[in-house]
């Protein structure tokens, strides 16, 4: 099966192992990984700060970026749930409006590709370490992403899931929520965090990039000996 990749903004600039851990994992399931070197933004930074009008322009060129790809796969369920969930109305009686849709359409969150469709929840992978997982407000209420990390996980050789209490509530980041309300965001943060470290957990995981740098900021503040890693790091390791 042949899919083409999207990656996030922050992840290509800040977190690029966890690209380069994606493609290495879609390979292992039998994917081959087509990276257009033209993309750039889902749009939705400028789409949650109110400017509609130029997040369309980027939303235009990234239905374009992806016209006509089968699947199109992204270690982020934030960018999937805001292109899944957005896209129609911003293009609706627009001569975009089929190309967005069928965009809509083929676009998945890795764990969910890799259970869903690809109906693959063990690919070999390693990682001796007991952890908690972290369900992302757009994993969970944006894609409906729950089981499918926790299936995956459980099939990691040596990796022992504990969840932490309140696992489905923010951690704080939101974009630019933790900008506005930063005495909040940090808050909410401190909070996920003292959760995960009750669980003994030497590992926060999750689907969010954002979320983990967002705790990881906390972590490295509060001087805390937990860690972050995203679910594709897990994944590619071992093999």
Not at 127 to 153: M, N, W
Not at 157 to 181: I, P, R, W
Not at 209 to 221: E, K, P, T, V, Y
Request: proline content about 3%; some cysteine.
């Amino acid at each position: 099966m042949t899919v083409q990749l999207f990656i996030p903004c922050f992840i290509d600039q800040l977190y690029p192992s966890v690209a380069f851990n994606t493609i290495k994992v879609l390979e292992k399931a039998g994917c081959t990984v087509k990276y257009n070197e033209q993309q750039t933004c889902c749009g939705q930074p400028a789409f949650n700060a109110g400017f509609w009008g130029e997040s369309k322009d980027v939303c235009t060129k990234f239905v374009q970026d992806f016209d006509g790809a089968d699947y199109i796969v992204s270690p982020s369920a934030s960018c999937t749930g805001f292109v899944r969930n957005n896209y129609n109305q911003l293009f609706e009686n627009n001569a975009f409006q089929s190309p967005a849709k069928k965009v809509t359409n083929q676009i998945f969150e890795l764990s969910e590709f890799l259970v869903k469709i690809l109906k693959v929840t063990d690919i070999g992978a390693s990682f001796d370490a007991k952890v908690t997982y972290h369900d992302s407000c757009a994993g969970l209420r944006e894609c409906k992403i729950k089981q499918e990390p926790r299936d995956l996980l459980s099939k990691v050789a040596g990796l022992e899931l504990v969840e932490m209490d309140n696992t489905d509530t923010c951690c704080g980041f939101g974009g630019s929520f933790a900008v506005k309300y930063d005495t909040i965001s940090v808050a909410m943060a401190d909070q996920k965090i003292d959760n995960a470290i009750a669980t003994h957990a030497e590992y926060i995981v999750s689907t969010d990039m954002s979320c983990l740098m967002h705790l990881d900021g906390r972590i490295n503040f509060n001087g805390q000996a937990i860690k972050v890693v995203h679910l594709a790091d897990v994944l590619a390791n071992g093999y």
